[in-house]
Structures are given as C-alpha cells and as structure tokens.
C-alpha cells in the first residue's frame, strides 16, 4: 500500500462549482498533514497546513481524519486560478523525522469557464 | 525577498556522464532537501542537510547519488554515470531554524529537468 494515496482526477468543474477531494495515508505515526499545489511545470507550494480540529483559510477548508487515516481539501466557489495538481502531504515525527515530506501523487484539478 | 533557486533549469546529458545540480537556499534556512519527481510519481525524498552535516541520506537510490552542502548555504548534488531512469525533475526546498521536533514549512525551488538520452 503506497504511504499517501490520491484520485489522480481530472476533476473538471465549472467556475463557482465546489469541489472535495480526499486523500488516505497509510501510516498511523504520521503527524503533521499539508495540502501543497503545484501549477504545471513548476515548483509544490504550500496551500495550507491541515490540523485536527479542521481549519478553513477562505474558500479552503481541510479536515483530519485520524481515526481513518484520511485529509480533506474543500475547495469552495472555485475559480478558474484554482486550476493546479493538489498535493496531500504527510510527515512522520518518530525519531526526529518531521522534515522528511512524503507526497502523494496528487490530484488534478481544472477549473473551466 | 529572493527564494530558493536551482541551476541548470534544464539539463540533457548522455547516458554515462555526470552531472552537478545547484542549490541556493533561502537566506537563513539551515535546512536543505532535495527530493525528485519522476514522470508519473510523485515527489520522493532524497536527502536532508541540517547545516552542512547530511543526517538523512535515506531517499538517494544509489551509490552514483552524492550531495553535499557547503557553508551552511549552497548545496550541489552530483549523479555520476547517468542512465535513462534518472531523467526526473530534481526540487530543492529550505526551511528556517526551528525548535527540534517541529516540523517547517519548506519552500521549494523551481527544479533542475534533467533528460538523460
């Protein structure tokens, strides 16, 4: 079983549509959780850290699901800017590890007019 | 301000030559990583550098892998003896000091896209 599973997609939506997406991990020690996004061709960015409690940064929301070993990236009122791969990333913090980020292969997103 | 920049961008090489790829980390960040992304894969870890000193050497898939790191800043990773399955795009990301144990957020560089014909 890969560490950090994605639907690769393509998710194609409308402009304004909502849109989830899910990601599930495999090892129950990891500890911090990140969305990242990369547009084509170009470097990961940091969208957002993901927290237990859930947390929302304007039309993003994340949740944590550590019972079930899943994260969620809400995506509401999508704009056509939103349009990149989404990256759902984890970090172990055992013995020291917390810098090693394991991605997992993301998920296409297109967001049309 | 100036982020982390790689050189080449771009690097076609033949089959059995090495080559050396470039760091620049953020000002002030004393950690590196170098992770690669492969046509269809996602991103793997290579190597992490806490200063000059490189603790995790885990993710470099072989012997002809080598990193290093120079000053606290630069760092140069250098594949000897290419073969086609090294053609990946190679990303360096910094993270500033922190409190041991606390993960920081890492800030990638635009890549080196190394072709190995």
């Known amino acids: 079983r890969k560490e950090v599973e994605q639907d690769p997609g393509p998710f194609n939506v409308p402009e304004g549509a909502t849109v989830a997406f899910n990601c599930t991990y495999s090892?129950?020690?990891?500890?911090?959780f990140f969305w990242y996004r990369q547009d084509c061709r170009k470097e990961p960015k940091l969208l957002m850290s993901v927290y237990s409690s859930g947390n929302e940064d304007g039309r993003f929301t994340a949740q944590l699901n550590r019972a079930s070993q899943y994260i969620s990236l809400l995506i509401r009122d999508s704009k056509l800017s939103d349009s990149a791969t989404y990256l759902c990333v984890v970090t172990l913090n055992s013995g020291g590890s917390n810098y090693k980020l394991t991605f997992g292969k993301g998920t296409l997103l297109t967001v049309n007019p | 301000g100036a982020g982390v920049s790689q050189s080449p961008s771009n690097k076609v090489t033949e089959k059995g030559k090495d080559v050396e790829l470039r760091c620049d980390p953020i000002?002030?960040?004393?950690?590196l990583y170098w992770y690669r992304q492969s046509l269809g894969q996602g991103l793997e870890f290579l190597i992490y550098?806490?200063?000059?000193?490189?603790?995790?050497k885990s993710g470099l898939p072989s012997d002809r892998f080598s990193a290093e790191r120079t000053g606290g800043s630069v760092s140069t990773l250098t594949i000897q003896r290419t073969q086609q399955e090294d053609s990946a795009v190679y990303l360096c990301?910094?993270?500033?000091?922190?409190?041991?144990?606390?993960?920081?957020?890492?800030?990638f560089g635009p890549g080196t896209r190394l072709l190995v014909l």
């Open positions: 550098f806490q200063g000059n000193s490189a603790p995790d």
């Open positions: 000002s002030g960040h004393t950690a």
């Open positions: 990301a910094s993270s500033r000091p922190g409190l041991a144990g606390l993960g920081k957020t890492q800030y």
């Open positions: 090892n129950s020690a990891s500890q911090s």
